[in-house]
């Protein structure tokens, strides 16, 4: 709590009237904490990939100057490094850029039926590769709604990767499109849903997810190839679009992510 003091004059000039004004800042220096925590996370994130950079330079300068196989080796561990700084200012930026606009509602129509057909056919090699059934059902001939159709590829591309990723490794991941009506209020929404079958998550994680830099298993998300931001960044788009974002895994059966946005009528 934050107390401000002050005296007003009466007219024989002695002090009449105290104000104290007290104001809760908890919330800003929440807030505050917030901002010191993510700068420090996404400079430790930064600087792993970096430091091993560095390493490897000087291995390559030294040690394994004239060992052809062992820089053949660091060259690809240090574009797999470089590759991984890059993936995470480009989150870093694509957040503080839908944060920018998070007050802006974004209000071309998108049809969500070609938007997850588009996310299927980007992620298609990478299911083949950890032989993943990818499949589309769309209940709905057409589900049109108000939206950025760019960044709605962002969000069904990074919980469908999401799902190959974290999935069981050959098994299915389950797309469907629907149309339900609005829990309140008249009018329907649109419902995507991303389904897996991998080991899931533990209830007591499934609250901060959406967390900047939040993983369950660091090592893993890293080895993965994941930069910790993917469902910040989820939770931010669904939320400029004044949609919901669901999450539900019963661990060791199936995850189920959920999308709901208000359809065009
Ligand atoms: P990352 O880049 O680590 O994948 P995300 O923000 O996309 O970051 O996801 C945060 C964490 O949530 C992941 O590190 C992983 O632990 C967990 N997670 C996300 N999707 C799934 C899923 N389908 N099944 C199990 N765990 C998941």
């Given at each position: 709590?934050?107390?401000?003091?002050?005296?007003?004059?009466?007219?024989?000039?002695r002090?009449?009237?105290?104000?104290?004004?007290l104001r809760d800042?908890?919330?800003?220096?929440?807030v505050?904490?917030?901002?010191?925590?993510f700068?420090?996370?996404?400079?430790?994130?930064?600087?792993?990939?970096?430091?091993?950079?560095?390493?490897f330079?000087?291995?390559?300068?030294?040690p394994?100057?004239?060992?052809?196989?062992a820089?053949?080796?660091?060259?690809?561990?240090?574009?797999?490094?470089?590759?991984?700084?890059?993936?995470?200012?480009d989150?870093?930026?694509s957040?503080?850029r839908?944060?920018l606009?998070?007050?802006?509602?974004?209000?071309?129509?998108?049809?969500?039926g070609a938007?997850?057909?588009?996310?299927?056919?980007?992620?298609?090699?990478?299911?083949?590769?950890?032989s993943?059934?990818?499949?589309?059902d769309k209940r709905?001939?057409?589900?049109?709604?108000?939206?950025?159709?760019?960044?709605?590829?962002?969000?069904?591309?990074?919980?469908?990767?999401?799902?190959?990723?974290?999935?069981?490794?050959g098994?299915k991941?389950?797309?469907?499109?629907d149309?339900q009506?609005?829990p309140?209020?008249k009018?329907?929404?649109?419902?995507?849903?991303?389904?897996?079958?991998g080991?899931?998550?533990?209830a007591?994680?499934?609250?901060?997810?959406?967390?900047?830099?939040y993983?369950?298993d660091?090592?893993?998300?890293?080895?993965?190839g994941?930069?910790g931001?993917?469902?910040?960044?989820?939770?931010?788009?669904?939320?400029?679009?004044?949609?919901?974002?669901?999450?539900?895994?019963?661990?060791?059966e199936?995850t189920?992510?959920?999308?709901?946005i208000?359809?065009?009528?």
């Amino acid at each position: 709590i934050e107390a401000q003091i002050s005296t007003i004059a009466g007219e024989n000039g002695r002090t009449a009237f105290v104000v104290i004004v007290l104001r809760d800042v908890t919330q800003r220096h929440r807030v505050e904490q917030m901002r010191v925590d993510f700068v420090a996370n996404a400079s430790h994130e930064l600087r792993t990939p970096l430091a091993s950079l560095l390493g490897f330079v000087e291995t390559l300068q030294g040690p394994a100057r004239n060992d052809a196989a062992a820089r053949e080796k660091f060259l690809d561990i240090m574009r797999s490094q470089a590759n991984r700084m890059s993936r995470l200012i480009d989150d870093l930026l694509s957040l503080s850029r839908i944060e920018l606009n998070a007050h802006v509602q974004p209000d071309k129509p998108v049809e969500l039926g070609a938007v997850v057909g588009h996310v299927a056919d980007t992620l298609g090699p990478l299911a083949q590769d950890r032989s993943v059934t990818l499949s589309v059902d769309k209940r709905v001939p057409m589900l049109e709604v108000r939206g950025e159709r760019d960044e709605l590829i962002r969000v069904f591309e990074n919980l469908v990767e999401n799902a190959i990723k974290y999935g069981a490794s050959g098994g299915k991941v389950e797309v469907t499109l629907d149309s339900q009506p609005k829990p309140q209020g008249k009018g329907r929404e649109a419902v995507v849903t991303v389904r897996d079958y991998g080991p899931g998550i533990e209830a007591e994680h499934v609250p901060r997810l959406t967390e900047r830099f939040y993983r369950v298993d660091a090592a893993k998300s890293r080895e993965k190839g994941g930069t910790g931001l993917g469902l910040a960044i989820v939770k931010h788009i669904v939320a400029r679009h004044r949609g919901r974002l669901g999450i539900e895994s019963v661990p060791g059966e199936s995850t189920v992510f959920s999308v709901r946005i208000d359809q065009i009528d």
